[in-house]
């Protein structure tokens, strides 16, 4: 059977608050009734529409069609994994829809479990949770299965010191959650969680049994936090190495220096060749990301003029052009041949 992507049909993302869902469904409800509409294909759309909304509005209908539905599009063949209907754990329920009648008005609620014939993708998932529940307790003779929840992802920015220096955050999550009497809601929760010396980006956190919730006894899945780094207004990583460009002056660069220059683990020394150019790599070894082999530190140099600005500075540079008068910049440009 093919998959139906709900939120396509109500043209909403997969993060739809429950009021997102409610606004698309009265908008696209008037478009499409049957009684009102002028499109062709109305009807189908109207019933299309009644089994989404019948869904999405439900927390629990709306958490499972989320497990499964996580990796497919709209029209792929697709077939319920064997453990959601093997583990169900009673086949003696019955579910029935009342047929689809064409109505003149239709206010909040009249979609959905009392507007549509299911299709089969919908009674392959659906069957035996009830054709309208609200979240409310399962009934007995329902059918039940048991399902681990599904692993979710969730992107984090930290700054380059965290990974330096490890550190502990608290992340903000609203999630659904199954009280003791079946209803599920949604919950804002705080989650504490340690940030491990020498994480680099693209790597991430995991935090055991976070995830989406499993449903009957089905345990909870993991949320996974994918790290990037916030930018950094001096340093730069790549894997585990990391980058500073560091501003010298051309005297600097012609005839050498030492000097002093942060690092994100304290000052150190540096010393600057005579004869570099902009552009150079000066590595400090180890002084990079922490690890078992911790990363190294790269001073980048950086050329940096000083502003000819006063009638000593012009001066300088005068005399600076007279003593390098044969100096050309641009003799690798010379023309070798027509070449543009």
Do not use: C
């Not at 869904?55 to 958490?63: F, G, M, N, S």
């Not at 014939?117 to 299965?145: A, I, N, V």
């Not at 500073?244 to 540096?270: K, N, Q």
């Not at 005579?274 to 050329?303: N, Q």
């Amino acid at each position: 059977m093919e998959f139906k992507d709900y939120y396509q049909v109500m043209g909403l993302e997969r993060s739809a608050t429950p009021e997102d869902i409610k606004r698309a469904h009265r908008k696209l409800a008037r478009k499409y009734h049957p009684d009102v509409s002028k499109e062709k294909d109305a009807e189908a759309r109207f019933k299309e529409l009644a089994e989404a909304y019948e869904v999405l509005k439900d927390p629990e209908k709306r958490a499972a069609y989320d497990q499964l539905g996580a990796d497919y599009k709209a029209g792929q063949d697709f077939r319920p994994p064997p453990e959601w209907a093997s583990s169900r754990r009673s086949s003696n329920a019955s579910h029935s829809s009342s047929s689809w009648s064409r109505s003149g008005t239709f206010p909040e609620g009249q979609f959905g479990e009392h507007g549509a014939d299911h299709s089969e993708f919908f009674e392959s998932l659906f069957r035996g949770m009830g054709g309208g529940s609200h979240g409310g307790p399962r009934q007995h003779g329902q059918d039940m299965f048991d399902m681990h929840g599904q692993d979710q992802h969730a992107k984090i920015q930290i700054s380059i010191e965290d990974s330096y220096n490890g550190a502990t955050r608290t992340l903000q999550l609203r999630m659904p959650q199954e009280s003791s009497d079946g209803r599920v809601q949604i919950q804002d929760r705080s989650i504490e969680f340690v940030i491990p010396k020498g994480i680099r980006a693209g790597q991430h956190i995991r935090l055991a049994a976070q995830g989406a919730p499993g449903m009957g006894k089905g345990s909870p899945g993991d949320l996974y936090l994918d790290v990037e780094f916030l930018p950094h207004p001096r340093y730069r990583a790549e894997g585990l190495d990391v980058y500073m460009d560091l501003p010298v002056s051309p005297w600097e660069m012609a005839l050498g220096a030492e000097v002093e220059a942060p690092t994100p683990t304290g000052r150190v020394e540096v010393k600057i060749p005579s004869g570099s150019a902009a552009g150079r790599k000066l590595r400090v070894r180890g002084r990079g990301l922490p690890g078992k082999t911790a990363g190294d530190f790269y001073f980048v140099l950086k050329l940096v003029l000083p502003a000819a600005d006063t009638a000593s500075s012009k001066k300088a540079y005068e005399d600076m052009a007279a003593a390098f008068k044969s100096f050309d910049p641009r003799a690798a440009l010379q023309d070798t041949g027509g070449q543009a």
